[in-house]
């Protein structure tokens, strides 16, 4: 890996944490990369400085670590209680908040706006 040039595998991971789709083979065409918001990504990611490329690497890891938490959530989910250990009821979605606000961090960092597959609205229901 280069240090001057974001690496393809995490230009792919930039992307997805943004919430943006699939890049598709650049030797294909196709209109929907040539949104502006698209556009600007691409833009910044081929136009980092070396300090921001290192930052970016530094939250790209961050994020890697977090991704795996709600799944590994899965290991406590069969226990309320052992002896003087209570479960947190609330780690899955709690792991999923702070996934999400660190993808925030690194929109914000980017200076872009979430991809499409971004949803910033929730549904409750109170019975």
Not at 84 to 111: A, Y
Request: charged share 20%.
């Amino acid at each position: 890996m280069s240090e001057d040039v974001l690496s393809e595998i995490e230009k792919v991971n930039i992307r997805r944490y943004c919430w943006y789709p699939a890049h598709g083979n650049s030797n294909i065409s196709g209109s929907w990369l040539y949104f502006s918001h698209y556009g600007i990504l691409e833009y910044r990611l081929e136009n980092f400085s070396q300090e921001e490329i290192s930052v970016m690497r530094s939250m790209l890891a961050t994020l890697a670590l977090l991704e795996q938490g709600p799944a590994s959530s899965s290991d406590n989910l069969d226990t309320d209680k052992a002896a003087i250990w209570t479960h947190n009821k609330n780690e899955v979605s709690d792991r999923v908040n702070l996934f999400r606000q660190q993808r925030l961090e690194i929109v914000k960092f980017i200076g872009i706006e979430p991809g499409p597959g971004f949803n910033n609205f929730s549904v409750k229901l109170s019975v």
